[in-house]
């Protein structure tokens, strides 16, 4: 363990070598005792013995067994007693590291390790925790013990490797944490101010005083807007849900609710509580941002940021390995090259030495013996083949069987042979289910005794054919062989032992991935296979520190809470009383499901909300899920990605190598025949149409993206293409968007008609055709018709699914025969301008066309029939209207069109996930099958013994016991077939109900039997194991292909570019951008700026973040309860910080105005606002307090305020700004998911409408707040379902058998009570949670991956996330926005802001010139530049975006980056005159003034001075004499002019580098440049030149200046 911080052992030192320092002080390497544990410490068995101590000590940790008050039983006394010798073993340990590395004053001593100082502090809390100490804190110290497993990651290289990539993301997501964190104290305020004490009133029986258990919770006392109590009941005190720990009472607990809220477990309970208590408003607004903004976005931030750290990492280690490749190959190069120069050497000397001798006789006698020997050997092989042919051998005759039986083998026959067999296994196996007759139970045995037969003899012929060795290579083959032994092992124990069935006969049908082999998916599937292989090595680490983990969390969890949950009622089933039961507590956490219900359980054992050390325990759940969900599980996700992509990228290499073949191909093909030009076109129209669907599925042309609306390459193909007309229609429409027809108007163009006779009859020239295609392409006809769909959707959603004939749906149907008529117009008046089907562009060869006419078909037959069942139908069908938005909507279309590719390249990968959840479904079957029966009585197990009536006790209260009826039932979740099993397996995938079903499978005794406590519990491993393979690893490569894909499809519309996604987000943001206006009074003498200078000054602003920090602690501190001083003193408080606030915004009106107050930006409006909303709270608070609603609403404006403290700080500030661009990605991605519930809210209400709440069943999920009566409730229900909260127990209860029909309103022709519940909610639920859990919802993932990857990004590298600083640095010196300032203020301006975008303030001039020369902005004639083009240059220069290499290359390379950015950015091409500003190109006439050429002149008249100076001081200390030449006149001219150019600049620089460049640059030459004026050269500067002479210098003369500036910039 230890050896991994020390170097490796070194037989000779090396001379000159120094030595090591002494260790503590006195022992140097040659002491003998040191020698001795440096040896030790190497070695590699004392390494093995420390993994084996700690692996015992583990183990002990494991046995220890915790009681109740703190009791200890006998095993726990010696293990206390083993305590002490592990803590031996880790001192000798600690003690000869130390001795043989040192213990911290030297480099590589002990200490000097993060690794070593963890053993380190393990072993003295160890030592302090065995000691025979009372005290508390020593007591507490036990617990630490359990952090001893941590000394494996010492000891293991492959585990520290990922640790170091997780805690090289620990500065980056601090960031994140931070705003977490204020966004749960934002929340937890804001909750407090709606629901304090809100949650404290509950109905109880007015006789008796106690609150039943179906009243259980909130009330509203006021009974005007929440739940009002029945007859009988008053609304009285209650100490709160869950003993009053899911409450906003103080922000202790709210602060707890709201993170449990955005972890998604129990949000749904705690939003209907708030339903009860208030009333339906506010709750649902309230909780459901809360979901949306805390847990979809920012608890995904952390993703995103482990997702770009691992990319980081993967860079690094691929560069690392690239060197080393390189590294080995030169010296591979060099090694060879010195090899062939030996061995030509001595071919060189042999050849040399044979010259010497006589070459005929060698020959001679070679060939001789030769000869004689061949003879020899032929007359030998003619005899042996005479007698092998007259008797044949056996050896021979095996040899030709063998060869024969391994063509059979290998042949096709046999391998279709072999999957039919393999098929019909999988068939036969699958078939079992509960209540099979017994004689088929026995046939299906012999059949499977067959198939085990015919496998075993296809092994053995496959065997003989192959040879043993050759067998075993193939992987499949290794396969085969251990499920035909697991299949014999399985029979053996059947017949013998009369054991379970475990049908682990079905992993054979993991054969059928052969199949994969004859599809084009093969090589997908093994790029696959390859890219999760090199993640391999990660992804097992992670496991083993997950698991690393979990054993701590569990250990620690046994010495918190061990033997504390023994409540009243019972011990709960999920308790850390042993190791095994801790170890599934924390998985069960880790899975995230019921967390909650863990963390009330310990917090009421160890004394409740009301005692602190419940507030503490707290704490542990919370590091929990923080370290182990949104971290390392997060981790699993991230590597997925990363591997995913390198799948792509392989995808991508493998296409382009199958595109090249088919040109070569293509080449070949033309080259061999000499066919006719027509015939050639004819027929590679013929391949286009006949290939079409293939280059549909994988054209990588496709535009598609969501954040430009940049057309395809497709659209420079003529509208009548055949391209254009078939397949591709689908991305680019006929129906052109808005812009496309404007600028076709502009420019007099319309679309064409398609070239063919529509019906046969109407030709392009028809002038009814040409009147219909006039109306479908005018500019608002879409938008009409998105209108009507628009006002489609608002009827289906206002309609009543309980009764088809009430008023309102009669209302609604003669509007829908409306909207029908329209659609009927809009479809014919399509087909008659694309005519119907037959020739290519036609209406139905549109997909998007053929969804408008099956919806105006089913629209037509809901006019025509009136049964209420086909209405119902009709209803469902409609709802896909509203898909008809899509193909109107450009960028929704994209982001569809992603959605749907990203889907098409993972049907392999769902092939696997769905025939891996076979598997176990068939095992699970086997196993299983009859045995989740359950008597409501638990005490009866058989059916016969469940009959008759019982005593239940509701509420654990003797006096109120109920007599009810014993019935035997089965669970909804069982594995009687495999249908069901698979069902169960899904749900148990999603994290939902599973640990139900382990406790279900673990109680299951036999069949036909009732449950029996922890029967079985070798049966959790079952299910642990396919959580791990499908939850854990299917279902996170699932969600990663999604999140690659979409990626990878988005960024295919910017392929044609030469320009990344940063810099087109950087140019695109130079280009849009505006110059901030910042207020500066003219008149510096007047009060006005006394008191700018004030509000404007660092310090003021301090202080109100100060004070908004002390406002913050103000709202956290109310609490449930408090006494009236207490609340007067908080009002005083806040009316204190009100008037601060105001005092605030009066100096801030005065110093700047009140117009330019609210035009400075947005946070002065912001201020503003709340303002006044503190001033209506302290109104309505005084006057209005009966007005609850309106009280709790005002109150919100204080929590308002903290919002501010985001823009306080430059980290923050910079995520707030990343986080508003990326808000501006989702609108699409958010319209798809609003349309993806819509569709699927209307359904359900057609569907399950009719099913009513039931009160009397305690488990049914189907109540007031959650059902399908109306539109609203609809989506709620569904956005609960999309957050995976308890999904499957609502679809369980909208079947026949568990929903329940309100038959009052029955009429007697229905069966309402039958036909209310369908079982079409479980392929509804399971297709609503794949669509919306597994695509939709991880487009947010997508977003934020995409956005916030500045955060792991290389710092160095501009940003997006830079360029904010530019502009508000830019007002500094352009207060009034004007967008222009002077061009020496740019280089202070560079020096204000810090790399990579600036220069930084310990900037020399030398390096800012140089780079003002390479941005090289228009000049204008007053001296200044824009903003626009400033920041832009800036850009350019930073990321080096067709940067030109020569002053000559300029113009051309300005012409190129112009043709670029048009093409990138489409709208570009209506701003001309923007890019000729900041892009400007020399005509002939006239030639453009830029900053380059003052500075490169400045730079050249800099290195002359120097120059000259550096001459005049050699020239002084060799003649020691002054100088009196004519150049001394430039000396003493250089101030005044450096003051008329460069505005004081300071020109010192370093001398040599001075030199280093004068000497690349003679003088004269400069001189000359210098001087020059429009390439024309200029008087000779003499040593006696006069001042008329030097006046040409003055550059900033306004007559002179602009001729002077003409002259070309020498490359400097």
Same mark, same amino acid.
């Given at each position: ?28 390497e040659?002491n003998?005792?040191r020698k ?29 067994k915790?009681?109740p ?5 006998e ?12 803590i ?8 000869? =590291? ?11 001593s ?21 000691? =025979?100490?009372? &005290? ?8 630490l ?54 949650? *404290? ?16 919770h ?17 609304c ?38 708030s ?24 608890l ?10 691992f ?9 690392r390995?690239?060197y ?7 010296d ?30 060698l020959?001679d006698?070679?060939?001789?013996s ?15 083949? $005479? ?29 279709w ?47 003989y ?19 035909? /032994? ?10 013998? #032992? ?6 682990l006969?079905?992993f ?8 994969f ?11 696959l296979?390859h ?57 069960q ?12 359980n ?7 909300? &009301? ?11 919370i590091?929990?899920?923080?370290i ?7 981790? $699993? ?21 199958e595109k ?6 293509e ?28 280059e ?18 497709? +659209?420079?193909k ?46 392009p ?24 769909i ?7 959603m ?5 009764d ?6 009669r ?11 329209i ?18 562009g ?11 006419? @099956? ?12 049964a209420?069942t ?13 898909l ?18 990203s ?29 989740? /029966? ?10 016969e ?7 239940s ?7 109120h ?23 169960t ?5 999603? /994290? ?11 109680d ?8 029996i406590e ?8 079952y ?17 990663g292909?999604?999140i ?14 030469m320009?990344?996604r940063n810099k ?17 009074p ?10 700018w ?7 003021y ?20 309860g408090m006494? &009236? ?6 009002e005083?408080?806040?009316s ?7 005092? +605030? ?39 209005? =307090? ?8 005002? =109150?919100?404006?204080?929590?308002a ?23 501006k ?10 349309l993806? /519930? ?15 709440p ?11 707040? *959650?059902n ?10 569904? #956005? ?5 909260e ?5 679809m ?35 297709s ?18 995409? *956005? ?43 020096k ?10 310990k900037?020399?001039?030398? @390096?800012?010139y ?26 350019r ?13 300029v ?17 570009m ?7 000729e ?34 001459r005049?001081?050699?020239f ?5 004499q ?11 001219l ?10 004081e ?32 050269p ?7 030149s006069s ?12 007559e002179?200046?602009?001729?002077m ?7 400097v």
């Amino acid at each position: 363990m230890g050896c991994l911080c020390t170097k490796p052992p070194q037989t000779e030192q090396p001379e000159g070598e120094k030595q090591r320092p002494p260790a503590l002080c006195c022992l140097y390497e040659s002491n003998p005792i040191r020698k001795l544990c440096i040896y030790i410490a190497r070695s590699r068995p004392f390494e093995t013995f420390i993994y084996l101590a700690i692996f015992a000590n583990c183990v002990s940790l494991a046995m220890y067994k915790p009681m109740p008050k703190g009791d200890v039983d006998e095993t726990s006394s010696v293990l206390d007693t083993l305590e002490m010798f592990f803590i031996g073993i880790f001192w000798v340990e600690s003690i000869v =590291k130390i001795v043989a590395q040192g213990f911290m004053c030297h480099h590589g001593s002990y200490l000097r390790s993060f690794w070593n100082v963890l053993d380190f502090f393990i072993v003295i809390v160890g030592t302090l925790s065995v000691m =025979k100490l009372e &005290t508390g804190g020593i007591k507490a110290l036990r617990a630490l013990r359990v952090l001893r497993p941590l000394k494996f990651i010492a000891g293991c290289r492959p585990l520290q490797v990922v640790m170091n990539s997780i805690l090289m993301a620990v500065i980056p997501l601090m960031n994140v944490a931070v705003l977490i964190i204020f966004f749960i104290i934002f929340c937890a305020i804001m909750g407090m101010e709606l629901f304090r004490g809100e949650f *404290n009133h509950a109905c109880a029986d007015m006789h008796t005083g106690k609150i039943p258990d179906i009243y259980k919770h909130p009330c509203d006392q006021s009974q005007k807007m929440g739940f009002s109590c029945p007859e009988s009941y008053n609304c009285v005190n209650w100490i709160g849900p869950n003993e009053g720990i899911t409450t906003f009472n103080h922000i202790g607990l709210a602060s707890l609710t709201v993170f449990q809220i955005i972890t998604l477990e129990g949000w749904t309970d705690i939003m209907y509580w708030s339903n009860d208590a208030i009333g339906r408003t506010l709750p649902p607004l309230f909780y459901i941002n809360i979901v949306i903004w805390g847990a979809f976005f920012m608890l995904n931030l952390v993703l995103g940021v482990l997702a770009g750290e691992f990319s980081k990492q993967r860079e690094k280690i691929e560069a690392r390995k690239e060197y080393l490749r390189k590294k080995r190959n030169d010296d591979y190069v060099k090694e060879l090259d010195g090899y062939m120069q030996w061995v030509k050497e001595g071919e060189r000397i042999k050849t040399n030495d044979n010259d010497m001798q006589n070459p005929k006789r060698l020959e001679d006698g070679i060939s001789h013996s030769d000869y004689e020997v061949g003879s020899m050997i032929s007359g030998h092989h003619k005899c042996s083949r $005479f007698w092998h042919g007259l008797f044949p051998s056996m050896r021979e005759r095996h040899i030709r069987l063998r060869e024969y039986v391994g063509k059979i083998v290998k042949s096709k026959s046999m391998y279709w042979a072999v999957m039919f067999l393999v098929t019909m296994n999988t068939i036969s196996v699958s078939l079992k289910w509960y209540g099979m007759p017994k004689e088929m139970n026995s046939k299906m045995k012999i059949v499977e005794f067959v198939f085990t037969f015919i496998f075993i003899v296809e092994m053995i012929i496959r065997m003989y054919g192959l040879g043993i060795e050759n067998y075993f290579k193939s992987k499949f083959n290794t396969f085969d062989f251990i499920v035909i /032994f697991a299949s014999l092992f399985e029979q053996f124990y059947v017949y013998f #032992f009369e054991g379970t069935d475990m049908g682990l006969t079905v992993f054979r049908c993991l054969r059928l991935l052969r199949l994969f082999k004859v599809t084009r998916y093969w090589t997908s599937l093994r790029n696959l296979a390859h890219a999760l292989l090199n993640s391999l090595k990660s992804i097992v680490s992670l496991l083993f520190l997950l698991f690393l983990f979990l054993l701590i969390f569990a250990l620690l969890g046994m010495q918190l809470f061990g033997g504390h949950f023994v409540f009243a009622e019972q011990v709960p089933r999920v308790n850390f009383d042993s190791f095994m039961n801790a170890l599934l507590a924390v998985f069960q956490m880790l899975t995230g499901e019921d967390w909650n219900v863990i963390m009330y359980n310990a917090i009421k054992a160890l004394g409740g909300a &009301t005692n602190y050390k419940g507030g503490i325990c707290s704490i542990y759940f919370i590091v929990f899920m923080v370290i182990m969900n949104y971290t390392l599980l997060n981790v $699993f996700l991230a590597i997925a990605v990363d591997g995913l992509a390198d799948f792509e990228m392989m995808n991508d290499a493998e296409k382009e190598d199958e595109k090249k073949e088919e040109e070569e191909k293509e080449r070949r093909f033309k080259e061999l025949g000499n066919l006719d030009i027509d015939q050639d076109n004819a027929s590679v129209d013929k391949l286009r149409s006949i290939n079409y669907k293939k280059e549909y599925d994988d054209d990588d042309q496709l535009s598609i993206s969501i954040d430009s609306d940049i057309e395809s390459g497709e +659209d420079d193909k003529p509208e009548y293409h055949p391209d254009n007309w078939i397949g591709p229609r689908s991305s680019q429409s006929w129906r052109s968007n808005s812009s496309t027809r404007r600028s076709n108007q502009k420019q007099g163009t319309t679309t064409p008609i398609v070239p063919f006779t529509s019906f046969f009859i109407f030709s392009p020239t028809n002038p009814l055709r040409r009147f219909c295609h006039w109306i479908v392409k005018l500019r608002h006809f879409d938008n009409f018709i998105l209108f009507i769909i628009l006002l489609s959707c608002i009827m289906q959603m206002l309609q009543n699914p309980k009764d088809l004939e009430s008023d309102n749906n009669r209302f609604i149907e003669y509007l829908e025969y409306g909207v029908t008529v329209i659609f009927c117009l809009e479809m014919i008046l399509r087909v008659i301008d694309l005519g119907f089907v037959i020739h290519p562009g036609s209406y139905l060869r549109d997909p998007w066309n053929v969804l408008d006419a @099956v919806v105006v078909l089913v629209s037509i037959l809901r006019v025509a029939v009136k049964a209420p069942t086909v209405k119902r139908l009709t209803n469902v069908m409609l709802s896909m209207r509203s898909l008809k938005s899509i193909n109107r909507i450009k960028k929704l279309k994209n982001v569809c069109l992603c959605l749907i590719k990203s889907v098409g390249s993972i049907l392999n990968l769902l092939l696997i996930a769905i025939l891996l959840t076979f598997m176990f479904s068939v095992m699970g079957v086997h196993m299983l099958e009859g045995k989740f /029966f359950y008597c409501t009585d638990s005490s009866k197990k058989t059916e016969e013994e469940c009959k008759g009536q019982y005593f239940s006790f509701p509420s654990n209260d003797a006096e109120h016991r109920k007599v009810e009826e014993r019935t035997w039932d089965q669970h909804f979740f069982r594995f009687d077939n495999v249908q069901l099993a698979m069902l169960t397996l899904f749900t148990v995938a999603t /994290f939902e109900g599973w640990p139900d079903v382990m406790t279900n499978m673990m109680d299951a005794s036999k069949k036909d039997l009732g449950p029996i406590e922890n029967y079985n519990p070798g049966m959790s491993i079952y299910i642990v194991v396919y959580l791990i393979v499908m939850s854990f690893f299917m279902i996170n490569i699932f969600v990663g292909f999604v999140i690659v894909t979409f990626q990878e499809k988005g960024e295919k519309d910017n392929e044609g570019t030469m320009l990344d996604r940063n810099k087109r987000s950087c140019i695109e943001f130079s280009l849009k951008v505006k110059p901030q206006n910042k207020y500066i009074p003219n008149n510096e003498d007047g009060v006005r700026y006394k008191l700018w200078q004030i509000v404007s000054s660092s310090f003021y602003t301090n202080l109100i973040m100060f004070i908004i920090f002390i406002n913050t602690i103000q709202l956290m501190m109310p609490y449930h309860g408090m006494s &009236t001083s207490y609340a007067t003193a908080l009002e005083n408080i806040n009316s204190i910080l009100v008037a601060i606030f105001t005092i +605030d915004i009066i100096l801030k009106l005065a110093a700047y105005g009140v117009k330019q107050y609210f035009l400075g930006g947005s946070w002065n409006v912001f201020d503003f606002v709340v303002l006044v909303g503190s001033f209506v709270d302290i109104l309505v608070s005084s006057y209005y =307090k009966k007005n609850f609603m309106m009280t709790r609403l005002v =109150k919100m404006f204080r929590a308002a305020r903290l919002i501010k403290l985001l823009n306080y700080g430059g980290e923050m500030r910079t995520l707030l700004f990343v986080f508003l661009k990326a808000l501006k990605s989702l609108p699409h991605v958010m319209f798809l998911v609003m349309l993806t /519930f819509y569709i699927y809210a209307i359904i359900g209400m057609q569907v399950f409408g009719k099913v009513e709440p039931d009160e009397n069943q305690p488990d049914y999920t189907i109540t007031r707040h *959650n059902n399908f009566h109306s539109f609203i409730n609809a989506m709620i229900l569904l #956005f609960r379902c999309s957050t995976g909260e308890a999904w499957h127990a609502i679809m369980r209860d909208l079947t026949p058998g568990r929903a329940y029909c309100d038959t009052s309103q029955a009429t007697a022709n229905s069966k309402d009570e039958e036909t209310c519940g369908s079982y079409f909610s479980e392929m509804y639920f399971c297709s609503f949670v794949i669509t919306s859990q597994f695509l939709v919802v991880n487009l947010f993932v997508s977003v934020i991956i995409d *956005n916030f990857d500045y955060l792991t990004r290389d710092m160095s590298i501009v940003g997006l996330h830079h360029l904010n600083k530019f502009v508000r640095k830019w007002a500094d010196f352009d207060p009034k926005a004007t967008g222009r300032i002077k061009h020496e203020d740019v280089i202070k301006l560079l020096k204000r802001i810090s790399p990579p975008l600036g220069l930084g303030k310990k900037c020399p001039d030398r @390096v800012a010139y140089m780079r003002m020369i390479g941005m090289n902005m228009p000049l204008l004639q007053d001296g200044t530049v824009e903003f626009t083009a400033t920041l832009f240059a800036l850009v350019r220069t930073s990321l080096d975006i067709h940067m030109p290499t020569g002053i000559n290359a300029v113009s051309d390379r300005n012409r190129e980056l112009r043709q670029e950015i048009m093409n990138t950015f489409p709208v570009m091409r209506h701003r001309p005159k923007l890019l000729e500003r900041v892009l400007p190109v020399d005509e002939p006439d006239k030639e453009v003034e830029t900053v380059a050429k003052i500075y490169a002149t400045l730079m050249i008249q800099k290195f002359y001075r120097h120059l000259q100076k550096k001459r005049e001081e050699e020239f002084q200390k060799s003649q020691q004499q002054p100088l009196v030449a004519g150049l001394r006149i430039v000396h003493e001219l250089s101030k005044p002019l450096k003051r008329q150019i460069s505005g004081e600049l300071d020109l010192e620089s370093d001398d040599d580098e001075v030199n280093n460049i004068a000497r690349k640059a003679p003088v004269p030459n400069i001189m000359k440049t210098f001087f020059s004026v429009r390439g024309k050269p200029s008087p000779r500067l003499t040593s006696r030149s006069s001042n008329k002479d030097i006046e040409l210098c003055d550059l900033n003369n306004s007559e002179q200046s602009p001729n002077m500036l003409n002259g070309r910039v020498p490359d400097v």
